[in-house]
């Protein structure tokens, strides 16, 4: 059974920074691309960043500038998002999901139940 | 950026009911669309990949159809687990830029 369980959420100030973190596992994990996506309160999802299986290439929002990283440690089946300069707007839950390939393209099917992010001072 | 955009934004249906969800893409993104499912307080589920291809887990009540541009979500008879939010995901840009519309939300009527 594939899962994926995220960590590292919680509450900051802004212009701190967080690090998640997201643990994979029931599938090959260095044969899959990953990604993250985040929702605000009562809001629709947002794609934030993927990763390919080798760790490059790498793609992210524009609305991110440069603030976010993303990596991945293949030994320990694990996925990050490292988050610096956090502002009011990045509140949301932020979900790991596994990308499958079909047909040219990359689509997000399995997802983690999510680790919720808060910024505020 | 490829537009999403889905309506209706809240749809009042009873069960038993069949309903018709639309997405609409600003440009073309061939069958390169993927349904989720969230009910509330969980994660999104994938429920229709590649516009059509039902994925594990959801009965054939659920169908999907369209390319291009106009998209369409079809549950035939909609029973109580049912009632949740919908959202359609484009995934058809080079380089990666997947973009989300912003959901129909199924309510009980």
């Not at chain 1, 967080?18 to 629709?44: D, E, H, I, T």
């Not at chain 1, 990283?69 to 320990?76: K, P």
């Amino acid at each position: 059974e594939v899962q994926l369980v995220e960590s590292g959420g919680g509450l900051v100030q802004p212009g701190e920074s967080l690090r998640l973190s997201c643990a994979a596992s029931g599938f090959s994990f260095s044969s899959y691309n990953m990604g993250w996506v985040r929702q605000a309160p009562g809001k629709g999802l947002e794609w934030v960043s993927d990763i390919n299986t080798s760790g490059s290439p790498i793609y992210y929002a524009d609305s991110l500038k440069g603030r976010f990283t993303i990596s991945r440690d293949n030994v320990y089946n694990s996925l990050y998002l490292q988050m610096n300069s956090l502002r009011d707007d990045d509140t949301a839950v932020y979900y790991c999901a596994r990308l499958s390939y079909s047909s040219g393209s990359y689509y997000f099917d399995y997802w983690g139940q999510g680790t919720l992010v808060a910024v505020s001072s | 950026e490829i537009v999403m955009t889905q309506s209706p934004a809240t749809l009042s249906v009873s069960p038993g009911e069949r309903v018709t969800l639309s997405c609409r893409a600003s440009q073309g993104v061939r069958t390169n669309l993927a349904w989720y499912q969230q009910r509330p307080g969980q994660a999104p589920r994938l429920l229709i990949y590649g516009a059509s291809t039902r994925a594990t887990g959801f009965p054939a009540r659920f169908s999907g159809t369209g390319s291009g541009t106009e998209f369409t979500l079809t549950i035939s008879s909609l029973q109580s687990e049912d009632f949740a939010v919908y959202y359609c995901l484009q995934y058809n840009n080079w380089p990666p830029e997947y973009t989300f519309g912003q959901g129909t939300k199924l309510e009980i009527k």
